[in-house]
C-alpha cells in the first residue's frame, strides 16, 4: 500500500529552466510534508517542508505547494542546475508534527541538461 | 566530520546468518531512526530510539529484527538468520528532538547471497 505517490520515476529538465517534481498521497491524516535530495552512495538530505496549514512554502530556489483537497504537492525548482540531478523523495507524516515516522515515496531522478 | 556515520558501508552475509549495522548519531543527537529501502522502492520505517529506549518500533519485522541504542556507544541493527529478502539499503538517521530535523546517514547496503 503506497500511501506516498511519486509517480514520474524521471525527469529531464533544461538548465536554467524550471523543474516541476509532483507527489500524490492517499493518507488524509498526514500533515507534515517534506522533501529529500539524494546523491548515488550518500544518504538523504532534507531540502525544504511543508505544515498543512501553510499551501506554499519558498526557500531560495526551492518552492513546495500543497494542494490539501487534491492530496497533492509539487516542488518548484527555478532555475534548474547542473547540481540540482539527484534522485527526490517525497515524505509525510501524520499527527506528530514534526519527522518522526515518515512515509516515503519511490523517488523522482531529476537530471538537468546543462 | 560530525555527521552521521555507519558502518559497514557494504556487508555481505550468507542465508543464516547475523548481520550487524552499526550507527553513530550526529553529535549532541540522542534521537535515532532506521529506514530500509528495498529495491525500487521508497524508504521504510523501522524503528525509532532514544538512549537506551525503544520508542516506536512499529516498522519492524516482528521476527529475527531487534534494535538497540545503547548508553555508550552507537546504536545497532542486528538482523539474525538472514535470508534473501533483507538484502537492502538500511539508513540510519538522527536528530537532536522529537521534531527536529532528520540528517541521514550514507547508508549501510547489505547483500545477502
Known amino acids: 500500500d503506497q500511501q506516498v505517490k511519486q509517480n514520474s520515476p524521471s525527469l529531464s529538465v533544461q538548465e536554467g529552466r524550471i523543474s516541476i517534481l509532483n507527489c500524490d498521497y492517499t493518507n488524509s491524516m498526514f500533515d507534515y510534508f517534506l522533501w529529500y535530495k539524494k546523491y548515488p552512495a550518500e544518504g538523504p538530505t532534507f531540502l525544504i517542508s511543508?505544515?498543512?496549514?501553510?499551501d506554499k512554502n519558498e526557500d531560495g530556489r526551492f518552492t513546495v505547494f500543497l494542494n490539501k483537497s487534491a492530496k497533492h504537492l509539487s516542488l518548484h525548482i527555478v532555475p534548474s542546475q547542473p547540481g540540482d540531478s539527484a534522485v527526490y523523495f517525497c515524505a509525510a507524516s501524520a499527527g506528530s508534527g514534526g519527522n518522526e515516522k515518515l512515509t516515503f515515496g519511490t523517488g523522482t531522478r531529476l537530471t538537468i541538461i546543462p | 566530520n560530525a555527521g552521521v556515520m555507519q558502518n559497514p558501508r557494504h556487508l555481505v552475509r550468507r542465508r543464516g546468518q547475523e548481520a550487524r549495522l552499526r550507527c553513530s548519531p550526529m553529535?549532541?543527537?540522542?534521537?535515532v531512526y532506521w529506514y530500509r529501502q528495498l529495491p525500487e522502492e521508497g524508504l521504510k520505517f523501522m524503528v525509532y530510539l532514544q538512549k537506551e529506549n525503544i520508542i516506536d518500533e512499529s516498522g519492524m519485522p516482528k521476527e529475527r529484527f531487534s534494535a538497540e541504542f545503547p548508553k555508550e556507544g552507537p546504536s545497532i541493527l542486528r538482523i539474525q538468520q538472514v535470508v534473501r529478502g533483507d538484502s537492502a539499503a538500511y539508513f540510519c538517521a538522527s536528530s537532536g528532538g522529537r521534531n527536529e530535523k532528520l540528517f541521514f546517514g550514507s547508508g549501510t547496503q547489505l547483500s545477502v547471497l
Open positions: 511543508i505544515s498543512s496549514i501553510k
Open positions: 553529535k549532541g543527537h540522542s534521537h
